[in-house]
């Protein structure tokens, strides 16, 4: 009987330490940890995964590169997911935060094009154009011999095309409504300010169009001509002759 009991005592003691082990808490994983795990699913394009498991390693407040590495994580998994916005605010807080960093001109470049990616037309309100021409602007000032530079200027030039377009857009809605002078404004506003736009014919056509309806003749003579002049094969050469011999 005495040895039934012991091996029970014995049995009871076992099972104690056993339940005891497996409720044991779990360590927490470190930020080397976590930071792969943020590595695994960006690879994978589990994108919201990574920045979940990014955003744990800040949390974390580990070592000064490993934190640059998962901000920019952050921003590069917004930026795949087409998430531009959250992405472009990452790579400001980036650049802000890390200066001189080997990735801060990749964030501004980046940045610019996280902007450009919200452009959804002419015909729309042009902040984001607006935005991203400065970001491309302000990145070809700071970092002239980048890698980047030859496509930072390509989509200079693409921004500067839509705001010209954008201002010749509203010009034509103000002619086609009969506000003349507003017409005029825009027009003079895009050739003063987008001279290097290839589709500026339209916009001396129609300036000279909106002078001609303004009653400006001389105005209109001196723009048809000079359309004629700088775009001999232009779409609009035989309008603005028509032009020149019907109306003035």
């Not at 044991?24 to 976590?34: H, M, Q, R, Y």
């Not at 002619?175 to 003349?180: A, I, L, S, V």
Request: some cysteine; aromatic content about 12%.
């Amino acid at each position: 009987m005495k040895l039934l009991r012991y091996r029970l005592l014995v049995a009871g003691t076992a099972l104690l330490m056993l339940q005891g082990c497996a409720s044991a808490p779990k360590t927490d994983p470190t930020p080397e940890e976590l930071y792969a795990q943020g590595e695994t699913a960006f690879q994978k394009s589990r994108y919201e995964q990574a920045v979940e498991s990014w955003k744990k390693v800040k949390e974390t407040f580990p070592e000064p590169e490993l934190a640059a590495r998962a901000e920019i994580g952050i921003a590069n998994a917004y930026f795949l997911n087409h998430d531009f916005i959250e992405a472009g605010a990452e790579y400001e807080n980036f650049r802000k935060l890390h200066p001189t960093h080997e990735l801060a001109q990749f964030s501004l470049y980046r940045q610019g094009l996280a902007s450009f990616n919200l452009i959804t037309g002419i015909d729309t309100d042009q902040t984001p154009t607006k935005n991203a021409l400065a970001l491309f602007e302000s990145f070809i000032r700071q970092y002239p011999k980048s890698q980047y530079v030859a496509k930072v200027q390509e989509k200079i030039a693409d921004c500067r095309g839509k705001l010209a377009q954008y201002e010749i857009y509203v010009g034509r809605f103000y002619y086609r409504t009969d506000n003349y002078q507003a017409a005029i404004g825009r027009f003079e506003g895009a050739l003063t300010n987008f001279p290097d736009y290839t589709g500026n014919d339209e916009t001396l056509f129609y300036l000279a169009k909106a002078y001609i309806a303004n009653r400006q003749s001389d105005k209109a003579q001196t723009v048809l001509s000079r359309l004629i002049r700088e775009y001999p094969t232009g779409k609009y050469l035989d309008d603005a002759r028509k032009l020149l011999a019907d109306k003035l």
